[in-house]
C-alpha cells in the first residue's frame, strides 16, 4: 500500500503510455485540440514547464490512433525538425502495410504464377521495381525519400494519400518555428499541433507566424484551476487525496507548487515518507499525513509566530505608515480592570494598535478571557505617554470570526513559522484594508466582539 501512486518520472514523456488525464480544464483542453485535429487545424499548447503540454499531447496521439496516423516529434535538445521526424518514421510498418496494398495489383507490376512457382517471392519482385513503377504504393514501399526536409514533406504527402495524418510537435522552441511554418504552408493539409514553453512563445518576433499560432492557442498559464488540482491529487492519492488537499493548495496558492508537476512531485515524495513511517497500513498512513499537518507544540509555534507577525508587520510598515513596533510583549489593562500581556503592539501617527497571537490545536480559542480583556483596552502607556488604541489583532487558526481576528488554517500557520512570512503579510494587509483598521478608532465597536 502506498499514499500517492506517482509515477517515478512525473513529466510526461513521447514514450509514456497509458497516459492520466485528470481535471476539467485538462479534459477541455484535450477536447479543443482534437476537436482542431480532426478538422485538420493548427493550434499550439502553451505553458510554463510541468504544466502538462505534454501530456494533452500524448493523449491526443493515443485517441488518434483509431482514425489517423499521428506522428509524434520531440524536439527537445534537437535543433533540426527533419531529423527527429525521420527517427519517428517506422519504415518497415511502412513498406509491409504498402505490400499489402499491392497484393491486389500482382499482375500490373509482371508477378505471374511462373514467377511465384519458381520460388520468386512478391516482396523481392517488388523489390526490383522500385524505380520502375512511380505511384504512391510502389513509393511508399521503396522508401527512396531523401532524409531531409524535402523528403519528410513528399512522404507526409504521400502517407495521407492512404490514411490520415497528423503532426503532433513537443518541446517547440521559437528557433523551430520557422521550419514548421514552412511545413505549415507546404499545402499538407494535415493538423499540427504544438507544445510551446511560454517563454518561447513570448519571443516569436515574426507577426505573421505569431497570428498563425495565436489563432487556435491553448494556454496553460491562467487555466488550471482549483477544481483541476483538486481531481489530479484525488487520481493519484485516491481516499487520502481530501487529507493532502488543503496542503497542496496552500502551496499551489503560494507558487511554491508553480506547476503540476511539481506538485505530483511532492505527493511522491509525501507518499515515500509516510510509507517509511508507517509500511502497509492505511490508518498510520492517515495519522501520519494529519500530525504532519498539525501543531507540535503550540507555546513553541505561538512565540515563533509573533516573531513572524513583527516581521510582516515590518514589510507593511510603509504602506501603513507604522513607525514603532515593539520588540516584545506589552502589558496593557482592560476596561474591566484585568491586567493581560499583548504580545503585539505598534504605533502608528494617529495612535496605538495592539494584538495576541492564540494557536489552537482543537479549533476552539485559547485563552477567551484573555483575548476578551484585550479587545477591551482603550489607551496604552509607552514611554511615559499615554496612547489611544485604535484598534486590535487576534492571530490565531481556531473557528472564529470578527474584525479583529486574523484567521488562517494551521497548514498556514505551520507554513509562516516555518518562516513563509509573505503568507502572513497578505493576511494582514488584506484584514487591515477590509475593516479600514488602520486610521480608524474602532475600540468601542471592538470591544463588543469576543
Same mark, same amino acid.
Given at each position: 500500500?502506498?499514499?500517492?501512486?506517482?509515477?517515478?518520472?512525473?513529466?510526461?514523456?513521447?514514450?509514456?503510455?497509458?497516459?492520466?488525464?485528470?481535471?476539467?480544464?485538462?479534459?477541455?483542453?484535450?477536447?479543443?485540440?482534437?476537436?482542431?485535429?480532426?478538422?485538420?487545424?493548427?493550434?499550439?499548447?502553451?505553458?510554463?514547464?510541468?504544466?502538462?503540454?505534454?501530456?494533452?499531447?500524448?493523449?491526443?496521439?493515443?485517441?488518434?490512433?483509431?482514425?489517423?496516423?499521428?506522428?509524434?516529434?520531440?524536439?527537445?535538445?534537437?535543433?533540426?525538425?527533419?531529423?527527429?521526424?525521420?527517427?519517428?518514421?517506422?519504415?518497415?510498418?511502412?513498406?509491409?502495410?504498402?505490400?499489402?496494398?499491392?497484393?491486389?495489383?500482382?499482375?500490373?507490376?509482371?508477378?505471374?504464377?511462373?514467377?511465384?512457382?519458381?520460388?520468386?517471392?512478391?516482396?523481392?519482385?517488388?523489390?526490383?521495381?522500385?524505380?520502375?513503377?512511380?505511384?504512391?504504393?510502389?513509393?511508399?514501399?521503396?522508401?527512396?525519400?531523401?532524409?531531409?526536409?524535402?523528403?519528410?514533406?513528399?512522404?507526409?504527402?504521400?502517407?495521407?494519400?492512404?490514411?490520415?495524418?497528423?503532426?503532433?510537435?513537443?518541446?517547440?522552441?521559437?528557433?523551430?518555428?520557422?521550419?514548421?511554418?514552412?511545413?505549415?504552408?507546404?499545402?499538407?493539409?494535415?493538423?499540427?499541433?504544438?507544445?510551446?514553453?511560454?517563454?518561447?512563445?513570448?519571443?516569436?518576433?515574426?507577426? =505573421?507566424?505569431?497570428?498563425?499560432?495565436?489563432?487556435?492557442?491553448?494556454?496553460?498559464?491562467?487555466?488550471?484551476?482549483?477544481?483541476?488540482?483538486?481531481?489530479?491529487?484525488?487520481?493519484?492519492?485516491?481516499?487520502?487525496?481530501?487529507?493532502?488537499?488543503?496542503?497542496?493548495?496552500?502551496?499551489?496558492?503560494?507558487?511554491?507548487?508553480?506547476?503540476?508537476?511539481?506538485?505530483?512531485?511532492?505527493?511522491?515524495?509525501?507518499?515515500?515518507?509516510?510509507?517509511?513511517?508507517?509500511?502497509?497500513?492505511?490508518?498510520?498512513?492517515?495519522?501520519?499525513?494529519?500530525?504532519?499537518?498539525?501543531?507540535?507544540?503550540?507555546?513553541?509555534?505561538?512565540?515563533?509566530?509573533?516573531?513572524?507577525?513583527?516581521?510582516?508587520?515590518?514589510?507593511?510598515?510603509?504602506?501603513?505608515?507604522?513607525?514603532?513596533?515593539?520588540?516584545?510583549?506589552?502589558?496593557?489593562?482592560?476596561?474591566?480592570?484585568?491586567?493581560?500581556?499583548?504580545?503585539?503592539?505598534?504605533?502608528?501617527?494617529?495612535?496605538?494598535?495592539?494584538?495576541?497571537?492564540?494557536?489552537?490545536?482543537?479549533?476552539?480559542?485559547?485563552?477567551?478571557?484573555?483575548?476578551?480583556?484585550?479587545?477591551?483596552?482603550?489607551?496604552?502607556?509607552?514611554?511615559?505617554?499615554?496612547?489611544?488604541?485604535?484598534?486590535?489583532?487576534?492571530?490565531?487558526?481556531?473557528?472564529?470570526?470578527?474584525?479583529?481576528?486574523?484567521?488562517?488554517?494551521?497548514?498556514?500557520?505551520?507554513?509562516?513559522?516555518?518562516?513563509?512570512?509573505?503568507?502572513?503579510?497578505?493576511?494582514?494587509?488584506?484584514?487591515?484594508?477590509?475593516?479600514?483598521?488602520?486610521?480608524?478608532?474602532?475600540?468601542?465597536? =471592538?470591544?463588543?466582539?469576543?
Amino acid at each position: 500500500m502506498t499514499l500517492c501512486k506517482i509515477p517515478k518520472v512525473t513529466v510526461t514523456t513521447w514514450s509514456v503510455k497509458n497516459v492520466v488525464l485528470a481535471g476539467p480544464t485538462y479534459r477541455k483542453y484535450y477536447e479543443r485540440g482534437l476537436s482542431l485535429m480532426k478538422e485538420g487545424q493548427v493550434a499550439s499548447i502553451v505553458g510554463q514547464p510541468g504544466m502538462g503540454k505534454t501530456t494533452i499531447l500524448k493523449k491526443l496521439e493515443e485517441s488518434s490512433k483509431e482514425w489517423m496516423k499521428p506522428i509524434f516529434l520531440d524536439m527537445a535538445n534537437k535543433d533540426d525538425l527533419s531529423s527527429e521526424f525521420w527517427t519517428k518514421i517506422n519504415e518497415t510498418e511502412i513498406r509491409k502495410d504498402s505490400l499489402i496494398r499491392l497484393e491486389g495489383r500482382k499482375k500490373e507490376l509482371g508477378y505471374t504464377f511462373w514467377r511465384k512457382l519458381f520460388g520468386v517471392k512478391f516482396w523481392d519482385h517488388v523489390e526490383r521495381m522500385c524505380g520502375k513503377v512511380d505511384d504512391v504504393d510502389m513509393r511508399l514501399f521503396c522508401m527512396q525519400y531523401p532524409k531531409n526536409y524535402d523528403g519528410m514533406i513528399s512522404l507526409i504527402k504521400d502517407l495521407k494519400e492512404i490514411n490520415k495524418v497528423g503532426l503532433l510537435i513537443d518541446e517547440v522552441r521559437e528557433t523551430h518555428l520557422p521550419v514548421i511554418h514552412r511545413v505549415i504552408n507546404a499545402g499538407l493539409g494535415v493538423p499540427v499541433i504544438m507544445a510551446i514553453p511560454t517563454d518561447s512563445f513570448s519571443r516569436i518576433s515574426d507577426l =505573421a507566424l505569431r497570428r498563425r499560432i495565436e489563432e487556435s492557442r491553448i494556454s496553460l498559464d491562467d487555466g488550471v484551476t482549483e477544481e483541476d488540482v483538486k481531481e489530479i491529487v484525488e487520481t493519484y492519492c485516491g481516499e487520502l487525496g481530501d487529507l493532502l488537499l488543503p496542503m497542496i493548495n496552500l502551496l499551489w496558492k503560494g507558487k511554491e507548487l508553480p506547476s503540476i508537476s511539481s506538485i505530483l512531485q511532492f505527493l511522491r515524495s509525501e507518499s515515500e515518507k509516510a510509507e517509511r513511517e508507517c509500511g502497509e497500513s492505511i490508518e498510520c498512513m492517515k495519522n501520519y499525513v494529519e500530525k504532519s499537518m498539525a501543531l507540535k507544540n503550540p507555546e513553541e509555534e505561538t512565540r515563533e509566530m509573533e516573531k513572524r507577525v513583527r516581521e510582516a508587520l515590518s514589510l507593511l510598515s510603509q504602506e501603513f505608515s507604522i513607525k514603532y513596533i515593539h520588540p516584545r510583549g506589552k502589558r496593557v489593562v482592560g476596561s474591566n480592570g484585568k491586567s493581560v500581556l499583548a504580545s503585539l503592539f505598534f504605533l502608528t501617527d494617529d495612535g496605538a494598535y495592539i494584538g495576541t497571537v492564540k494557536l489552537s490545536k482543537d479549533g476552539e480559542l485559547p485563552d477567551k478571557a484573555d483575548v476578551e480583556s484585550i479587545l477591551t483596552v482603550n489607551t496604552v502607556e509607552h514611554d511615559k505617554k499615554d496612547y489611544k488604541v485604535l484598534g486590535k489583532l487576534v492571530i490565531t487558526n481556531a473557528n472564529v470570526n470578527g474584525t479583529n481576528f486574523v484567521t488562517m488554517s494551521t497548514i498556514e500557520v505551520l507554513r509562516i513559522v516555518d518562516g513563509d512570512v509573505d503568507i502572513l503579510a497578505e493576511k494582514l494587509k488584506e484584514r487591515l484594508r477590509e475593516s479600514n483598521l488602520i486610521g480608524k478608532t474602532s475600540a468601542n465597536e =471592538a470591544s463588543n466582539e469576543t
